[in-house]
C-alpha cells in the first residue's frame, strides 16, 4: 500500500476540502499511523451544520418569544378598545380581532418554552458532544471514485431519499456528482458516508453484515437507539478487491460483526 504526500498545514488551512483528494484510497486507523485529515474534514463539516441548528432554534425561539409580546399587547389593546366603545358594532373589525390576537399570543407563549428547552438542549451537546469522536478510535477509510461514486450517490438519492427531500438538496447532489470522488468513514461505532450521513454511538451501533458479489455491495443494519428507536439499513459500494477473504476479515475485524456473503442483491432494499 503506496502512501502519497499530505499537504502542508498552510494548505490544509486555505484549502480544507482539498484535503480530500490527496488522501489514499484506503486508510486503516488501526494499522497506519496516517494523519486524520479526512475525518478532521467530516468533523468540520458536520459541526457546523450542528452549529447552524442550533443559531436556527435559537432565531425561532426569540421570534416564537417575540411574536407572543406582540400578539399579547395587541389583544390587550384592542381589547380594552372594544371594550370602550360605546357602540361596538360601529368598529366590528377591531373586535373581530380580539379572538384572533388573544389565539395567537396564546400559541405563541405556549411554543415558546418548548423552543427555549430545545434550543439550552442543542447548544449543550453542540458544546459537550462530538459524534465523530467515537469513529475515530478505530476506522476503516475507503475512497469511492469515478463510476463507483456515481452508483452511490445514486443509491443515495433514488432510494434514501423521498423525491421532496431530493428536490431540496438538488444543489449539493450536482456538487457531489461533479467532483467525482467520495469518502465512506466505517466503523463499529459508526458510519460516515461523505457529506451524506453521519451516524454514530458511544457502544457498536453495526448489527449485521452482507456482501453481495455480483455488485460488490456491503448492506449494513444499525442498531436501533434511544434518539433513533427504528434500524437503518444501507448499502455501500465497495471497490472489487474488498470481496476477496483477506479484505472481509479486516472489515469483520473493525466492524466487530459476522458479515455474511450472498450472490444477488435485492434492489428493493
Known amino acids: 500500500m503506496s502512501l502519497i504526500t499530505m499537504p502542508s498545514i498552510d494548505e490544509e488551512q486555505r484549502h480544507p476540502r482539498a484535503i480530500l483528494q490527496t488522501n489514499q484510497s484506503t486508510i486503516s486507523s488501526e494499522i497506519l499511523n496516517l494523519p486524520r485529515t ?38 390587550w389593546i384592542s381589547s380594552n378598545r372594544c371594550q370602550n366603545l360605546r357602540n361596538p358594532q360601529s368598529n366590528s373589525s377591531i373586535c373581530d380581532f380580539v379572538i384572533v390576537f388573544q389565539v395567537f399570543s396564546i400559541i405563541s407563549i405556549s411554543i415558546s418554552p418548548f423552543l427555549f428547552i430545545l434550543m439550552i438542549y442543542s447548544w449543550i451537546r453542540y458544546s459537550c458532544h462530538n459524534p465523530l469522536d467515537p469513529i475515530r478510535n478505530k476506522f476503516l477509510e475507503l475512497k469511492l471514485e469515478d463510476n463507483l461514486w456515481q452508483q452511490q450517490l445514486s443509491y443515495y438519492y433514488n432510494v434514501k431519499m423521498s423525491r421532496y427531500s431530493r428536490c431540496l438538496r438538488r444543489k449539493q447532489e450536482m456538487e457531489l456528482h461533479e467532483r467525482g470522488y467520495g469518502y465512506v468513514i466505517l466503523s463499529s461505532h459508526g458510519i460516515i458516508l461523505d457529506e451524506l450521513i453521519l451516524l454514530s454511538a458511544r457502544t457498536n451501533i453495526i448489527d449485521e453484515g452482507v456482501i453481495y458479489n455480483d455488485e460488490n455491495i456491503l448492506k449494513l443494519t444499525f442498531k436501533k437507539t434511544c434518539l433513533r428507536p427504528w434500524k437503518i439499513h444501507l448499502s455501500i459500494y465497495l471497490p472489487e478487491n474488498y470481496v476477496e477473504q483477506r479484505y472481509r476479515e479486516k472489515l469483520m475485524q473493525i466492524l466487530k460483526i459476522q458479515i455474511r456473503i450472498e450472490n444477488i442483491f435485492p434492489h428493493n432494499s
Open 38 to 75: 479526512v475525518i478532521d474534514v467530516f468533523d468540520d463539516i458536520y459541526s457546523s451544520r450542528v452549529h447552524r441548528r442550533c443559531i436556527d432554534f435559537s432565531y425561532f425561539t426569540l421570534l416564537s418569544m417575540t411574536l407572543g409580546v406582540v400578539f399579547w399587547v395587541a389583544y
